[in-house]
């Protein structure tokens, strides 16, 4: 029973660089959704979606994008990375809004 | 906008306190409210969910409320554990998203 899948766990970016946090989910949700939580803070939304094809914009969307071409998969791509990008990752599904949502174990990524 | 607030931001008990967490929220117009659990390095756990319609759920040794009106939930934790110890994280559903607290660093001490 894997869940939500993160991949890398840990990963040190340096600034400009580009990444594809993974994020792969074996229940068939069709909700998805990206997260980041700064120290001492609760999680902001940056992305989410409710089905294959769709997506659409949380709190803090800039300078990250998404896409979802299988109910399964929902990777999270930084173009540019920046200092401020410096956070823990984590990648939510859930089957739909009214119901507990399923996290991963996060992806720790430091930008230097 | 809505804004979630917990208090108290951390807390130590010895073991066997009853406790309460407190959450608040400005925009009563939720659909609902979930509570986690995060541990160190870990994702979160959901612990309960309340409806808007509702006023409390429980399971096993925690129980939350809700109150709209006033736009508070309260997470009781009876007989606490050292195993309780972790961060407690309240979030409401505002339409298609979760708006999350800063949570409670909750230490249960033997």
């Known amino acids: 029973n894997a869940g939500v899948t993160q991949t890398p766990k840990f990963r040190i970016l340096k600034i400009g660089q580009s990444m594809t946090l993974q994020c792969t989910q074996d229940?068939?949700?069709?909700?998805m959704y990206w997260y980041r939580q700064d120290p001492g803070m609760g999680l902001k939304l940056i992305y989410y979606?409710?089905?294959?094809?769709?997506?659409d914009k949380g709190e803090v969307p800039n300078g990250y994008n998404v896409s979802r071409s299988t109910t399964e998969d929902f990777p999270l791509r930084l173009e540019l990375a920046a200092p401020s990008q410096t956070s823990v990752y984590f990648c939510?599904?859930?089957?739909?809004?009214?119901?507990?949502?399923?996290f991963g174990d996060g992806t720790r990524l430091s930008i230097l | 906008k809505q804004e979630v607030t917990q208090i108290p931001a951390a807390l130590s008990v010895p073991e066997g306190e009853n406790l309460v967490l407190n959450c608040s929220f400005t925009?009563?117009?939720?659909?609902?409210l979930q509570w986690f659990r995060q541990d160190p390095g870990k994702g979160l756990t959901s612990l309960l969910l309340?409806?808007?319609?509702?006023r409390e759920q429980t399971s096993g040794r925690l129980n939350a409320s809700l109150d709209k009106s006033s736009g508070r939930s309260t997470l009781y934790i009876a007989a606490s554990q050292p195993g309780d110890s972790a961060t407690y994280l309240c979030?409401?559903?505002?339409?298609?998203?979760?708006?999350f607290g800063t949570g409670t660093r909750l230490q249960v001490f033997p």
């Open positions: 979606s409710v089905g294959a094809g769709i997506t």
């Open positions: 925009d009563s117009a939720i659909y609902n």
């Open positions: 229940m068939n949700h069709n909700y």
């Open positions: 309340i409806q808007s319609s509702q």
């Open positions: 939510a599904s859930s089957p739909s809004h009214g119901v507990p949502q399923h």
């Open positions: 979030a409401v559903r505002d339409t298609d998203k979760l708006i």
